[in-house]
C-alpha cells in the first residue's frame, strides 16, 4: 500500500514511517502541514492521520479520502470524542501505536481482487496477506516464491487449476501453517 502519512510530532512520525516501511509498504510523508498532504491524497492507497496538526485538523484530509473511497483511520491522544459525527465510523487509535494494528486495519479495508482478476492483482493480494503473517518483506516474499513454486508443480504433474487465486492462497496457508520456519533465513 501507499499510505498517506499526516503527523506533527517529529519522532512518532519518523518512527511510524519505519515501521510501516519494514512492512513493506510506501510511505507518502510523513507530513506535519494539512496543505502539504492535501496535495498528495490522490497518490494515496490508505491514510493514517493526527487529528490535530500544528493548529490545524486533519478533517479536510478525511474529506478527501471518504471522497475517493480511500480507507484511512486517526491517531489522536484525545480519543473518539474529538472526530466531528460525520467521520464517526472512522477508527481512532491513541498515540503512540505500532503501525502494525494500523496497517491489519486498512488492508482489512482495501477492496479485494475479485476472483478472476488478473494474475498480477493475485500476486500483490498474496504477498500483503503474506506480509501480515510474516515477520518482515523478505521471509513474506520467500512464502509467497514457496505457493507458487507448489502451484507451478502441481500443473507440470498434469493437474488442471481452474482457480488459480483460490490454490495459490490454500498453497500460502500450507506454506504458512507447515513450513513457516525455513522462510525466515
Known amino acids: 500500500m501507499r499510505i498517506l502519512v499526516v503527523?506533527?510530532?517529529?519522532?512518532?512520525?519518523?518512527?511510524?514511517?519505519?515501521?510501516?516501511?519494514?512492512?513493506?509498504?510506501?510511505?507518502?510523508?510523513?507530513?506535519?502541514?494539512?496543505?502539504?498532504?492535501?496535495?498528495?491524497?490522490?497518490?494515496?492507497?490508505?491514510?493514517?492521520?493526527?487529528?490535530c496538526v500544528g493548529d490545524d485538523t486533519s478533517f479536510a484530509i478525511a474529506d478527501m479520502l471518504r471522497n475517493r473511497e480511500t480507507p484511512f483511520l486517526f491517531l489522536s491522544d484525545r480519543g473518539p470524542a474529538a472526530i466531528p459525527a460525520r467521520f464517526a465510523?472512522?477508527?481512532?487509535?491513541?498515540?503512540?501505536?505500532?503501525?502494525?494494528?494500523?496497517?491489519d486495519n486498512l488492508r482489512a479495508r482495501l477492496p479485494?481482487?475479485?476472483?478472476?482478476?488478473?494474475?498480477?492483482?493475485?500476486?500483490?493480494?498474496?504477498?500483503?496477506?503474506a506480509r501480515r503473517r510474516m515477520p518482515d518483506r523478505f521471509s513474506a516474499e520467500r512464502a509467497v516464491e514457496a505457493a507458487m513454486q507448489s502451484a507451478i508443480r502441481e500443473v507440470q504433474h498434469g493437474r488442471a487449476i481452474t482457480d488459480l487465486r483460490d490454490t495459490l492462497f490454500r498453497k500460502l496457508g500450507e506454506e504458512l501453517s507447515l513450513h513457516r520456519s525455513r522462510h525466515l533465513h
Open 112 to 129: 479485494t481482487a475479485p476472483a478472476d482478476a488478473p494474475s498480477e492483482h493475485v500476486v500483490i493480494e498474496l504477498l500483503s496477506r
Open 89 to 103: 465510523p472512522q477508527h481512532v487509535y491513541r498515540k503512540p501505536s505500532h503501525a502494525l494494528p494500523l496497517l
Open 7 to 51: 503527523e506533527d510530532e517529529f519522532l512518532f512520525a519518523g518512527r511510524l514511517a519505519a515501521q510501516i516501511r519494514e512492512n513493506g509498504d510506501e510511505v507518502i510523508g510523513p507530513f506535519s502541514d494539512v496543505d502539504d498532504a492535501v496535495h498528495h491524497v490522490a497518490e494515496a492507497d490508505a491514510a493514517i492521520l493526527d487529528i
